[in-house]
């Protein structure tokens, strides 16, 4: 199956549809084999999908080296490569380096820098890691409150980023070492600030604007729309519980999903399903509906789930579910649910 491109932003560079989130690969929750991570990597590549995303965080340089090594075999024009700035890996004794998300980690630890110097530095020790020549798509990374903890932490980083790391980013894509600068985290406020300070390209929103949640609709999708940014959508199943469904255990936003959540899920999941469609399939295509999103990508982990993630992206949605979902008040009545591409 050919999958469609769109344009990011006003830039020249497009991106496929349905990307590869690149989290899986740095051991996210549970370890993989690199046969594993070169798996999911390749099978993702043969299926069509052209835009990758990792970042120094996901497993502390992990994922930028598996999929540095699978991309390398590639022709370099074939895909887009998105990684981000703001955190440096230094090396470290294994016995210091706490618990994380991700398992089995590389002995480094990171550390928060959004100056101009340290986002020069981060790009190039992330092309070392990648093993290639340029990135695509450069953003800030996790300026919002949940990664800095304090609304005062957050806006003491936005000022040095904005002061900083954001000339870097300027440089490198009126040089042409970059075609795209953004930001990407996991709360809308963030980019939206960001979207008013800067002049950016795109952003990739984690776990915002999806079947589970629109309130991105309030302010910074509309000025999306006005300034031409593109939006990568990360998370799409808000950490799993939309993949998985309200079962015991399901995720959301990295961890164990509340009950109200969990209730909210298995109305999705009922509404979707009197209409024959997979609840995980409606949580993919949705947020494309949307005209400033122009890329959904999931966290893939082997080449089953890549396979499946194909087939889900190509399911016939009808109409009628999306009518039904903002009739019964879970999608938000001002959600885009139609597009001249949409598979009905």
């Given at each position: 199956?050919?999958?469609?491109?769109?344009?990011?932003?006003?830039?020249?560079?497009?991106?496929?549809?349905?990307?590869?989130?690149?989290?899986?690969?740095?051991?996210?929750?549970?370890?993989?084999?690199?046969?594993?991570?070169?798996?999911?990597?390749?099978?993702?590549?043969?299926?069509?999908m052209r835009l990758f995303d990792?970042?120094?965080?996901?497993?502390?340089?992990?994922?930028?080296?598996?999929?540095?090594?699978?991309?390398?075999?590639?022709?370099?024009?074939?895909?887009?490569?998105?990684?981000?700035?703001?955190?440096?890996?230094?090396?470290?004794?294994?016995a210091e380096i706490e618990d994380t998300i991700f398992a089995n980690m590389p002995p480094f630890k990171p550390y928060f820098d959004y100056s101009y110097d340290g986002v020069m530095r981060s790009v190039e020790h992330?092309?070392?890691?990648?093993?290639?020549?340029?990135?695509?798509?450069?953003l800030i990374h996790d300026v919002d409150t949940v990664n800095q903890g304090s609304q005062e932490a957050t806006e003491q980083r936005f000022k040095e980023v904005m002061n900083g790391g954001y000339r870097a980013l300027e440089q490198l894509r009126s040089e042409g070492a970059v075609a795209a600068i953004g930001a990407g985290m996991n709360e809308w406020e963030w980019c939206q600030r960001f979207a008013e300070a800067g002049d950016f390209?795109?952003?990739?929103?984690?776990?915002?604007?999806?079947?589970?949640?629109?309130?991105?609709?309030?302010?910074?999708?509309?000025?999306?729309?006005?300034?031409?940014?593109g939006?990568?959508?990360?998370?799409?199943?808000?950490?799993?519980?939309?993949?998985?469904?309200?079962?015991?255990?399901?995720?959301?936003?990295?961890?164990?999903?509340?009950?109200?959540?969990?209730?909210?899920?298995?109305?999705?999941?009922?509404?979707?399903?009197?209409?024959?469609?997979?609840?995980?399939?409606?949580?993919?295509?949705?947020?494309?509906l949307h005209p400033n999103v122009v890329s959904v990508i999931p966290g893939l982990r082997n080449g089953r789930e890549a396979a499946s993630t194909l087939a889900l992206f190509d399911a016939k949605i009808p109409a009628d579910l999306w009518r039904e979902l903002k009739h019964e008040g879970l999608v938000r009545a001002d959600a885009p649910t139609t597009t001249a591409t949409a598979k009905e």
């Open positions: 199956m050919a999958i469609a491109s769109r344009r990011v932003g006003r830039t020249a560079l497009s991106v496929s549809e349905l990307g590869f989130g690149g989290a899986p690969l740095g051991n996210l929750y549970n370890a993989l084999t690199s046969e594993e991570a070169n798996e999911a990597v390749n099978a993702a590549y043969e299926a069509g990792t970042a120094p965080l996901y497993g502390f340089g992990l994922s930028e080296r598996r999929m540095g090594l699978c991309l390398g075999a590639r022709p370099r024009d074939s895909f887009a490569l998105c990684t981000k700035v703001g955190r440096l890996l230094a090396p470290a004794d294994p992330s092309l070392h890691r990648l093993g290639l020549h340029r990135i695509d798509i450069l390209d795109c952003f990739s929103l984690a776990g915002r604007y999806t079947l589970l949640e629109q309130e991105a609709l309030e302010a910074f999708l509309p000025l999306c729309a006005k300034k031409s940014i939006i990568v959508i990360a998370g799409p199943y808000n950490s799993g519980v939309l993949a998985s469904g309200p079962v015991e255990g399901a995720y959301y936003n990295y961890a164990p999903a509340p009950p109200a959540i969990l209730d909210r899920v298995a109305r999705l999941k009922a509404i979707c399903e009197s209409h024959g469609v997979p609840l995980a399939a409606a949580a993919l295509q949705f947020p494309l």
